[in-house]
Structure formats: structure tokens, C-alpha cells
């Protein structure tokens, strides 16, 4: 496969297809006037250790929510009740929380208090959420099947690392992506399945709400960056993913008066 699509739907009379280059671009374009937004001033008054700008935060967190999703271009369902085939993606969000977390170590001095990676931290809890998966230790690893991943192959890694390069700004993230871009090409089918299962059922939930309950400025960031992450992609998706004959869920509507406030 040539592309890696972060959404696909075929019904039939239509065919609704959105590449993941696409969709991250579409989501900055969202977020393009952040600098002059009310939420942006009031991220800036939060005192915290910036191990990265709060732009490059942004920006890291909307470019890899969906990365996860390379690992389900081959997962084709069926819907008989409204004969329609999609692409599943069930999961994609533990799978880009990986990857991201895995990105991170690049920005982290192992030297300095654990604190001045509130930032990063808050990009994991955009990420791993942004699918409002909030009671998600509920869930039984059972919930995510075995045909729900399949195994990469050589040409979708070297597609997504030019995806992903693309959306990059200095050597240090280059860096990054290449050092996980190496470790995706040992990941198979069975090896993602168990990264789901361990973080399922590992303390990641217990540890980052934890740091959510106790630190009132880890608390802000995250519930911050959450929401914009959130305008983005739904503001994308409505925009790529549109069908004439379908209204956009309510949830969309809230999010775009949430855009019009703190956002535009």
C-alpha cells in the first residue's frame, strides 16, 4: 500500500477516503491562528519547565494522536446491517501513545527533576484520550482482538516516517522519529498486540492520573491540550469526511463553539 489512510468508508454510492498527511494538515490549519487564541494566554501564564515550546507541544501532540493507526491499514471491516467496508482503527490511540512516549526520550534530561516533563506528559494524556477513553482500565484486553493489527511492511514504515518528517522542525525531533521509525520495523502483529495488552494493564492510567489529581498545572495543561487536540481532529474530520447525507454528531457542534471562544 502506497498511502496510509487515516480514515477509510465505502458505501454504495460513495467512497470516503482521508489520507493521514491530510488529516494532520487539516488539523494544524485548525489550530493556525493559536498564537492569538484566549487559550494560548492562558497556557503562557502556567508556570512550568518548557523542555519544549508550548507551540512545539501543540504541534507534536496533533502530528502523532493518529500515528498509531499505521498499524491497522490492512483491517477491513464489514458493516452488513448499512453494507458498508471500513477501516478499523480499535486501538490506534494505545499504539500512538507508545510511539510518542517512546519519541519523547529524545527531550528528556535524566539529570533534572521528573517535573520538567509535565509538558511531554500532557501530550501522552492528549494522546491516549483524545478518543475520550476515560474509564479505558475498564476495559478487558480482551476488547482488543487479534484482527484488529496487522504486521507492517518496509514500504508503509518509509511512508510513514516522509508523513511524519514532513511536520518536523529541528534535527532533535529528526533524531527522534528515526530512532522509533528503527524500532517500528521490529514490531510484527504479535509484538503490537502485546504493547496493547502491557499498557492495559500496566499502571500508565494510574501513574498519569496520579500526576493529573495531584499537580494542579499538570492538571491544566492536560485538560488544555486535550481540547484542542480534540477541535482539531473533529474541525478535520468534518471537513475531509463529510457526507452529504450524514450530520456531524452533536459532540462536533460543542467543540466548534469551543473553537469560535478560545481557539480562533
Not at 501532540?61 to 493507526?69: A, L, N, P, T, Y
Not at 458498508?84 to 534530561?109: A, M, P, Q, T
Not at 511512508?159 to 518528517?165: A, D, Q
Amino acid at each position: 500500500m502506497n498511502e496510509i489512510y487515516s480514515y477509510y468508508e465505502e458505501g454504495p454510492e460513495y467512497l470516503l477516503k482521508e489520507k493521514m498527511i491530510e488529516h494532520i494538515n487539516e488539523c494544524l490549519l485548525a489550530i493556525s491562528n493559536i498564537r492569538n487564541s484566549k487559550i494560548y494566554k492562558y497556557l503562557m501564564k502556567i508556570p512550568c519547565e518548557w523542555v519544549l515550546s508550548l507551540d512545539d507541544a501543540i504541534r507534536l501532540s496533533i502530528v502523532f494522536h493518529d500515528i498509531g493507526k499505521v498499524f491497522y491499514q490492512n483491517n477491513y471491516k464489514y458493516d452488513k446491517e448499512h453494507n458498508v467496508k471500513y477501516l478499523s482503527f480499535k486501538g490506534h490511540e494505545l499504539l500512538s501513545f507508545y510511539i510518542f512516549n517512546e519519541f519523547k526520550f529524545e527531550f528528556i534530561d535524566a539529570e533534572k527533576p521528573k517535573e520538567e516533563d509535565f509538558i511531554l506528559s500532557a501530550c501522552i494524556f492528549s494522546i491516549i484520550f483524545h478518543h475520550h477513553a476515560m474509564g479505558v482500565k475498564k476495559k478487558s484486553v480482551n476488547d482488543y482482538g487479534r484482527e484488529n493489527v496487522v504486521d507492517l511492511d518496509y514500504v508503509q514504515i518509509n511512508k510513514l516516517r516522509e508523513i511524519i518528517s514532513g511536520f518536523l522542525k529541528s534535527e532533535r525531533e529528526m533524531n527522534a522519529l528515526d530512532r522509533i521509525i528503527n524500532k517500528m520495523k521490529n514490531i510484527s502483529n504479535e509484538k503490537a498486540l502485546e504493547i496493547i495488552y502491557n499498557i492495559l494493564e500496566s499502571d500508565i492510567y494510574k501513574n498519569i492520573w496520579e500526576m493529573y489529581v495531584s499537580n494542579s498545572n499538570f492538571r491544566k495543561l492536560s485538560l488544555a491540550f486535550l481540547s484542542i487536540l480534540l477541535v482539531a481532529d473533529y474541525y478535520a474530520a468534518n471537513k475531509i469526511r463529510k457526507r452529504i447525507d450524514k450530520k456531524p454528531p452533536d459532540f462536533y457542534f460543542v467543540l466548534m463553539d469551543f473553537y469560535e471562544y478560545y481557539l480562533k
